[in-house]
């Protein structure tokens, strides 16, 4: 089993729609959440970190709930800017690397 | 903010030619940094941690002396793809630790052929 996993997607939503992203990790000692953002051939950058309470952004929210080891991450009036690949990423207590989930395709169309 | 800075951004070599790449912090130490291989369609896969002043610490599958790793300074780390195949190809992605946060170099993209 991958340590983080995500929805396959690809998703392909039409501008202004709420796109809903899942991701499960499986190592419960996981401390720290994050979703980073990839654009094609491009680093993948922070997009938000995940907090226990819920965070917002903007038009973007993640959520995290520890007892289902559940992290998500929903996008509201998407934007055309919005298509990218939404990466879940976790690290450990004491562990300095982070955990990529395979990532999730995403196309806003107009 | 934290800015890395990861060259060339690409290369095309010759099968059993060695391909060096180069991450630099520029505006901060960083004792920790992190290399990761992309191949496409898939997500980044750590392939080393390199400690400054200290042998890397690889990941499971990933042969050390095909990827050879230096840290002597706290702001440089380079990579060295030695005897490069075509199945080296990928996108090649450092990332340096500060405290708590994680900036990442541009990426490189390889090509053997």
């Known amino acids: 089993r991958k340590e983080v996993e995500q929805d396959p997607g690809p998703f392909n939503v039409p501008e202004g729609a709420t796109v809903a992203f899942n991701c499960t990790y499986s190592?419960?000692?996981?401390?720290?959440f994050f979703w980073y953002r990839q654009d094609c051939r491009k680093e993948p950058k922070l997009l938000m970190s995940v907090y226990s309470s819920g965070n917002e952004d903007g038009r973007f929210t993640a959520q995290l709930n520890r007892a289902s080891q559940y992290i998500s991450l929903l996008i509201r009036d998407s934007k055309l800017s919005d298509s990218a690949t939404y990466l879940c990423v976790v690290n450990s207590r004491g562990a300095q690397k982070l955990v990529f989930g395979q990532g999730t395709r995403l196309t806003i169309n107009p | 903010g934290a800015v890395v800075s990861q060259h060339p951004s690409w290369v095309i070599c010759k099968s059993g030619t060695s391909v060096k790449i180069e991450c630099r912090s520029l505006d901060f130490q960083a004792t920790t940094m992190f290399w990761y291989r992309q191949f496409p369609k898939q997500s980044l896969m750590l392939m080393a941690t390199s400690n400054e002043g200290s042998k890397a610490t690889y990941e499971q599958g990933v042969e050390k002396d095909k990827f050879l790793i230096n840290h002597a300074s706290l702001t440089l780390s380079t990579l060295t793809v030695t005897s490069a195949h075509p199945e080296d190809s990928s996108f090649y992605i450092c990332?340096?630790?500060?405290?708590?946060?994680?900036?990442f170099g541009s990426g490189t993209r390889l090509t053997v052929v």
């Open positions: 190592n419960s000692a996981s401390q720290s």
């Open positions: 990332s340096a630790r500060e405290g708590g946060d994680y900036t």
